[in-house]
């Protein structure tokens, strides 16, 4: 992480790199991704970049911290609104749509979890996405240990699996529209506009068929007094 030499620069600086950062990476990924540019768009010397982080992998997992922090504090704040308290799988339906929307309207966002997602460097790739998955189980682990609390889920409903199912379609909705392939299926890149919506309300629906409460078996018809009266 940043160094004490990046904590003295004053603000203006920081942002210069930061802003520098995230568009050399959300272009080209951490491989591809060129310090020499990064230095030349803040203004700073390239020998300076090493006095601010260890290297270009530390300044590449700081970078998704604070791409990481930008979206969860609008998924917070989406949480709040929409209310966690409700029906879990009405209120799931509500912030994954949300969360659809951010991405169509952040594509600075939108880039750098790509960038994450499909960096060829193992190595990096595995730091970067330690951090968005810290960030993505702070979020819902406790939604799901609540839910469950409420009666919204199996008592028996493995947590794991449901946060594990999570991590994998949350960006995947937040990709799918915008990467030609990674949908054969439900059709996500088709990028009409009411087919993320549908996708959602059909992951939605396997979700809650798989760790909702089960339904109430129906009874049996019976005459009153549990017998048959005869003439």
């Known amino acids: 992480m940043p160094t004490v030499t990046w904590s003295r620069l004053n603000a203006d600086r920081r942002s210069a790199v930061v802003a520098a950062a995230e568009a050399e990476f959300a272009a080209h990924g951490f491989s591809g991704g060129s310090l020499n540019v990064i230095a030349r768009r803040a203004g700073v010397a390239k020998g300076s970049l090493f006095q601010y982080f260890v290297d270009k992998r530390d300044l590449y997992a700081y970078i998704t911290e604070v791409g990481s922090q930008r979206v969860r504090s609008y998924t917070e704040d989406q949480i709040r609104t929409l209310d966690a308290g409700r029906p879990f799988f ?57 839910a469950r609390v409420r009666g919204d889920l199996r008592p028996d409903a493995d947590l794991d699996a449901l946060l594990s199912l999570l991590l994998m379609i949350m960006p995947h909705l937040a990709l799918a529209p915008y990467v030609r392939g990674m949908d054969p299926i439900l059709g996500l890149d088709e990028l009409s506009p009411e087919q993320p919506a549908l996708v959602v309300r059909r992951y939605v629906a396997v979700l809650a068929a798989a760790f909702g409460p089960a339904a109430p078996r129906p009874c049996s018809s019976t005459t009153t007094g549990g017998e048959h009266q005869h003439g």
């Open 90 to 146: 009405d209120f799931l339906t509500d912030l994954l749509d949300v969360w659809v929307a951010y991405f169509a309207e952040h594509p600075r966002e939108r880039a750098l979890h790509a960038a994450a997602s499909f960096e060829v460097d193992t190595d990096a790739r595995v730091s970067v996405r330690a951090v968005i998955h810290r960030h993505y189980l702070e979020v819902l682990r406790p939604l799901v240990q609540e």
